[in-house]
Nanobody
Framework: VQLQAFGGGLVQAGGSLRLSCAASGRTFSSYAMGWFRQAPGKEREFVAAIRWSGGVTYYADSAKGRFTTSRDNAKNTVDLQMNSLKPEDTAVYYC????????????????WGKGTQVTVSS
């Protein structure tokens, strides 16, 4: 399973970025997808997750109301639209997916992509 996140960059506070993650190596539409982030000196934390069908999503409190995750199972991609960005959103963002198909959104992630840097300036 290969995952590659892209779309990061430098943005001013209040701005928006859209991250994408391309997946390959197995039947994408059968697996939940998650977004995580890791800021310098901090542990990796959960940001958002989406069910294999795309019908159910779940967000960390810090992301609710500002971030939206979606997926395109025909293109094997999952996106994270980030609006109203804050300096505290600065981190490396990762996409990830669990080992088993049709997993609950709280399942542990098995496969991780290389992250993409998001920097929000004040």
């Amino acid at each position: 399973v290969q995952l590659q996140a892209f779309g990061g960059g430098l943005v001013q506070a209040g701005g928006s970025l859209r991250l994408s993650c391309a997946a390959s190596g197995r039947t994408f539409s059968s697996y939940a997808m998650g977004w995580f982030r890791q800021a310098p000196g901090k542990e990796r934390e959960f940001v958002a997750a989406i069910r294999w069908s795309g019908g159910v999503t779940y967000y960390a409190d810090s992301a609710k109301g500002r971030f939206t995750t979606s997926r395109d199972n025909a293109k094997n991609t999952v996106d994270l639209q980030m609006n109203s960005l804050k300096p505290e959103d600065t981190a490396v963002y990762y996409c990830a997916t669990p080992r088993s198909p049709y997993s609950d959104l709280g399942s542990a992630m098995k496969y991780w992509g290389k992250g993409t840097q998001v920097t929000v300036s004040s």
